[in-house]
């Protein structure tokens, strides 16, 4: 499916069809997930299949989601991290989605899950191949069919001017200044990407040849996640147009209540 398409769609999964992912499904998604995990091992992080899925959620509910609002989903991918770094976060957060992407290829719907509040022994049960931490995993099953029976779910973005800036952060973009840039459409979908409770914390700032992204009040690691998810579509987005995103997380100030987070041609 065509990356724009895919943004305009795509919505978190929380009601899957009670059955188990079949074992042709399983075949494929082990595939898959080696094949992304030869990737994120750079960043020291590994996802695993966890296909007991009635297990994760026995030992996790009250415990995983929002408020302790576990997702029951018949199987889970685990984001486990090695090296706790940002990196870690970012780039962990840049594979599963890609991860998603594909799942969506074989039929699969997802949903992430923040596991933070629960505490270490039950993420141990809940996943006995972990060897590092766990923060974030995936609940994946499949999706009731969209019968186009009263109107689509989707949650509400952010308007272009209230997340991308023009050289400076007193400057909302303006949609004549984006096109100029040949960045009006790229951006249109990028703002469809999921971020944790759906904030939508990233800030991009336009400079002469760059995009400078930001995450405004920055709140943890899951806000490392939410940049990581915004990187991965932009990159993606980008390619989509011709051109070859590179992202380079260097040190530069934040500002004022924005963290700085990396920088990217356009
Ligand atoms: C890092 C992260 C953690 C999330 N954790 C949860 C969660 O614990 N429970 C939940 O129902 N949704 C969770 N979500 C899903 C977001 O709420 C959802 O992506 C966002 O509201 C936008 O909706 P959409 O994905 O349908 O576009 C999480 C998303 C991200 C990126």
Redesign the pocket.
Known sequence: MLMANFMKT???I?DFKNKKIKSGDVKKLNSIISEVNSLAKLYSVDFHLEENGAEVVEVLKGK???AG?M?LAPAYIAMDIENEVPEAYIYG?YYMEDLITKLQDIGLGS?????HNADEESMQKAFPDKTGKIE?ALGIGYPYANLNIGEEK??SRLGLEDFIYDGDFNTPIRIETLESYGLDDLFYYLR?A?????LQPWRFLITDSEVELYIENFDGH?NY??AG?VMYYYTKLAEASGIRAKWNLDEKPDAGNKKYIGTVNF
Do not use: H, M, Q
């Not at 949903?111 to 596991?115: E, F, G, H, R």
């Not at 999921?194 to 759906?198: A, Q, W």
């Open positions: 795509r919505k978190s929380r995983g989601g929002y609002t997702i957060a949903c992430w899950i923040s596991l974030f989707y949650s469809y999921p971020s944790s409770k759906n899951e996640v939410d998810i």
